[in-house]
T-cell receptor, first 116, second 112 residues
Framework: GAVVSQHPSWVICKSGTSVKIECRSL??????MFWYRQFPKQSLMLMAT?????????EQGVEKDKFLINHASLTLSTLTVTSAHPEDSSFYIC????????????FGSGTRLTVV | QQQVKQSPQSLIVQKGGISIINCAYE??????FPWYQQFPGKGPALLIA?????SEKKEGRFTISFNKSAKQFSLHIMDSQPGDSATYFC???????????FGKGTKLSVIP
């Protein structure tokens, strides 16, 4: 089956630094990737949608200058949290859509970000 | 506006029992309804999904029941096992969008 690899699985960084999270589709081409944020005991909140080679579309309230998304190839998308602060600590999850399967979505295993 | 309402928020079931989680949606243009299972510290994994032209779909111990007129669908887990303890999310998609709309989740605990 389709596999999405997300790294790192957890990261601790100092306040003010930047962190990059990678999301790779291992055995399929992902035309669209999604980035979610999940707080403890809550549902997934969509942050942005990215299509390969295009600028990401951010959801309302998500700072695009803080959460930089790059989808440079059909198998790789990255989320960079810039100038991270403790309130950015959360669980970040990517998801990839495998075209041409209409609703073929596969989720990564998530990244636990802790900003100290 | 929450487009997919999920209940209950938490559920405790004895081993061997039936777990039932319910969802209701508002947008009649949704045309695909998946259920995801998420273990702590992991991403969600697709469990089972249904389209609105089918009233029921069964895969092993997991069954989705779908009521199009009532705009409701539910997940039934038969012979629940402690290994089923996880958070379950219903979702919906369609209406010309590729974005999944998630319910708020149900934390299932199966006790021996």
């Amino acid at each position: 089956g389709a596999v999405v690899s997300q790294h790192p699985s957890w990261v601790i960084c100092k306040s003010g630094t930047s962190v990059k999270i990678e999301c790779r589709s291992l055995d399929f081409q992902a035309t669209t990737m999604f980035w979610y944020r999940q707080f403890p005991k809550q549902s997934l909140m969509l942050m942005a949608t990215s299509n390969e080679g295009s600028k990401a579309t951010y959801e309302q309230g998500v700072e695009k200058d803080k959460f930089l998304i790059n989808h440079a190839s059909l198998t790789l998308s990255t989320l960079t949290v810039t100038s991270a602060h403790p309130e950015d600590s959360s669980f970040y999850i990517c998801s990839a859509r495998e075209a041409p399967i209409l609703y073929g979505y596969t989720f990564g295993s998530g990244t636990r970000l802790t900003v100290v | 506006q929450q487009q997919v309402k999920q209940s209950p928020q938490s559920l405790i079931v004895q081993k061997g029992g039936i777990s039932i989680i319910n969802c209701a949606y508002e947008n009649t243009a949704f045309d695909y309804f998946p259920w995801y299972q998420q273990f702590p510290g992991k991403g969600p994994a697709l469990l089972i999904a249904i389209r609105p032209d089918v009233s029921e779909k069964k895969e092993g111990r997991f069954t989705i029941s779908f009521n199009k007129s009532a705009k409701q669908f539910s997940l039934h887990i038969m012979d629940s096992q402690p290994g089923d303890s996880a958070t379950y999310f219903c979702a919906a998609i369609g209406a010309g969008s590729y974005q999944l709309t998630f319910g708020k989740g149900t934390k299932l605990s199966v006790i021996p």
